[in-house]
């Protein structure tokens, strides 16, 4: 007992090395098996976090996130493995923002982009803060007129020997004895429930203006509190996860020149109508002044089979953009993509909602450590009975094709390179059978 005494002020010292020589001692001295195997846990995770390896790989990991942070306007997190879906969160935080009152000016949209637990909260607050406040006022009524008290209601009319009927006293509203009798004949106006116990009679018009000013009350905060829940729940963005990107990008060559692709793909059946994406490098950049601009957006024009922007989402799709002298890729090669590189590239896939009509957008971007160079996105539509299948285990599979290790300007100042280019082998097309020609068929999403 007096050496285990003796290690407790020692514990509490801050070194790290006293630290480690009394837990050592600890673990030989205590007679218990669970915490001796307690202690040798803690002594394997003391000794792990102070190597010098994994000080390094921590060190190096959290340098990697601050500069993808550093680069990225967008925060972006992919939610499948296979078909990644692009969940986009703009990275840019606004502040010193003077004017708040603006923010007042447009409630209802300030309500819709709260947060569930705020909204929630406002909700039932809302309510219960009109409840109470009619209440309030429901027994102030009563305390005036005398309903409160009790000598008050055994009181006769003077006239009732010659009218020969007792005429009793009466109450504004009937069965209000305390506050919390009117808080609940608040509750039962502005809900419309109707127990029958209660009710107003024509003694006060005072309670009759009441009655009329907590149901329009109740019918305004009813109609905005219930728009924002279905505004929430009906959210464009909730179409949008469905709406899904290839996790990397690609460089490599068609049709003779280097191109940037991407994948893009729709898992519902029904349609995203006159959807468009667009395409823009976001870097930093300096004029010719020295005004430096730290979110340069550039526009890159893109390639489809549709023509413009627009596409007919009913496959995936690869959308690739040539990169010529008009393109702010124009002078990338291999050696510029990597973490430290000032680049990224947002995509917007933007269209109308086929069953609800509401215009939604998906968005996400790729980093320059994110491009594949010399890579090109594998087959996923095959054709099985009569019909095309789409495969979404391979949506971001990438194979390795031959491609220049230089710049776009280099290969069109020089096209010998590709002479000395290996050629990919070429896919082979099978000719359809007649009696299982593939029929392009869209059909509507089972209910």
């Known amino acids: 007992m007096p ?20 837990l050592r001692f600890l673990f030989f001295y205590l007679p218990r098996e669970t915490l001796r195997s307690g202690a040798q846990r803690f002594l394997t995770a003391f000794r792990c976090a102070r190597c010098p390896t994994t000080v390094a790989r921590r060190r190096a990991r959290l340098l990697h ?22 969940k986009s969160a703009c990275n840019v935080a606004h502040k010193n923002i003077r004017e708040q009152g603006r923010f007042l000016q447009d409630v209802f949209t300030t309500l819709v982009d709260l947060k569930w637990p705020h909204t929630l909260l406002i909700f039932t607050m809302s309510f219960l803060c009109s409840w109470l406040l009619f209440g309030m006022v429901w027994w102030l009524i009563a305390f005036a007129h005398g309903d409160l008290d009790h000598s008050t209601r055994l009181q006769r009319d003077p006239r009732e020997g010659v009218a020969g009927t007792p005429a009793g006293f009466v109450p504004c509203v009937t069965s209000i004895h305390s506050f919390t009798s009117a808080f609940l004949f608040s509750i039962e106006v502005q809900v419309t429930i109707g127990f029958g116990g209660r009710m107003v009679t024509e003694e006060c018009p005072a309670a009759i203006l009441v009655l009329i ?55 519902r059946k029904s349609m995203i109508i006159s959807a468009t994406i667009r395409m823009q490098v976001v870097k930093k950049t300096a004029s010719l002044e020295g005004e430096v601009v730290p979110l340069n957006q550039i526009d890159i024009q893109m390639e489809n089979p549709v023509g413009g922007n627009s596409i007919f989402l009913v496959s995936p799709l690869i ?49 320059a450590d994110e491009i594949l160079w010399g890579q090109r996105f594998v087959p996923i539509v095959a054709e099985e009975d009569g019909r095309y299948s789409v495969d979404y285990s391979k949506f971001g599979n990438t194979v390795k094709v031959p491609t220049p290790s230089c710049t776009a300007r280099q290969l069109e100042e020089d096209r010998s390179i590709m002479d000395t280019m290996p050629l990919s082998p070429k896919g082979t097309i099978r000719k359809r059978s007649v009696k299982l020609k593939p029929k392009f068929t869209v059909s509507d999403e089972p209910s």
């Not at 996130?65 to 692009?86: D, I, K, Q």
């Open 213 to 267: 000013v907590q149901n329009i009350v109740g019918l305004v905060i009813n109609a905005i509190m219930l728009g924002c829940i279905f505004m929430k729940t009906s959210q464009a963005h909730r179409r949008a996860e469905t709406l899904i990107f290839s996790k990397h990008a690609v460089i490599a060559l068609r049709e003779g020149k280097l191109c940037f692709m991407l994948r893009v793909g729709d898992l």
């Open 319 to 367: 959308i690739y953009h040539v990169i010529d002298k008009n393109s702010p890729l124009y002078d990338i090669s291999p050696v510029n993509l990597h973490h430290h590189e000032d680049l990224e590239i947002i995509v917007i896939l933007e269209g109308v909602v086929e069953t609800t009509g509401i215009t939604t957008q998906a968005r996400t971007s790729y980093l």
């Open 3 to 22: 050496a285990t005494l003796a290690v407790i002020p020692a514990l509490l010292m801050p070194s790290p090395v006293a630290l480690h020589n009394q």
């Open 65 to 86: 996130t601050r500069a993808r942070e550093r680069l990225s306007p967008l925060s972006l997190r992919f939610g499948l493995a296979e078909g990644p879906v692009g």
